[in-house]
């Protein structure tokens, strides 16, 4: 009983669990800010947590993800260079009926191929969408104001959809 009590303590909301770690200085200032981020809790903690969910089930550190509707994509890292070309350890495929590792050349010739459709995809998305006649935008902007709209838009959706019937909202 005592273990199932500790279980149900854990959790119990509103508790917290203290954390401690050492790191070196030159690492802490570049992970503490990402920490914070990830222990937020809040809806933006929670997306930060499930963007890297998957790390916790790869071996190594995947560098990018690309994911379809039913396929994915991992590129493993570290980057190891060769000369001046630099290839990542490898990757993994996996698709309905497949699963495929990758060798360092596979998974470099493939990042390289989703990178180059990507990039054509944005660019002619920009052109589609007259984003090139268009100043530059800021690229930060206000949380609160930009949440705020983006809400608003999309409840503006969801309602014109609920009216037409679409089975989409």
């Known amino acids: 009983m005592p273990i199932f009590r500790a ?8 508790n917290r669990v203290t954390l401690s770690f050492r790191v070196h200085p030159r690492i802490a200032c570049e992970v503490l800010p990402l920490i914070d981020k990830l222990l937020a809790d809040d809806p933006d903690g929670e997306t930060y947590r499930c963007a890297i969910a998957f ?10 993800v690309y ?7 991992r590129i493993d890292g570290p980057l190891q260079t060769a000369g001046r070309t630099y290839f990542p350890l490898g990757g993994l495929i996996e698709t309905p009926g497949v699963t495929a590792h990758l060798t360092p050349f596979e998974a470099h010739a493939l990042d390289m191929r989703i990178r180059d459709a990507i990039e054509h995809v944005i660019r002619a998305w ?3 969408h007259g984003l090139y006649d268009l100043p530059p935008a800021d690229p930060h902007l206000d949380r609160r104001t930009a949440d705020r709209e983006a809400i608003s838009q999309i409840a503006r959706w969801a309602d014109q959809h609920r009216r037409e019937g679409s089975d989409h909202a």
Do not use: F, I, K, N
């Open 126 to 128: 920009t052109a589609e």
């Open 67 to 73: 994911r379809g509707d039913g396929s994915t994509c």
């Open 7 to 14: 279980m149900l303590d854990w959790l119990r909301p509103g």
């Open 55 to 64: 790390w916790r089930h790869t071996l190594r550190p995947p560098l990018t």
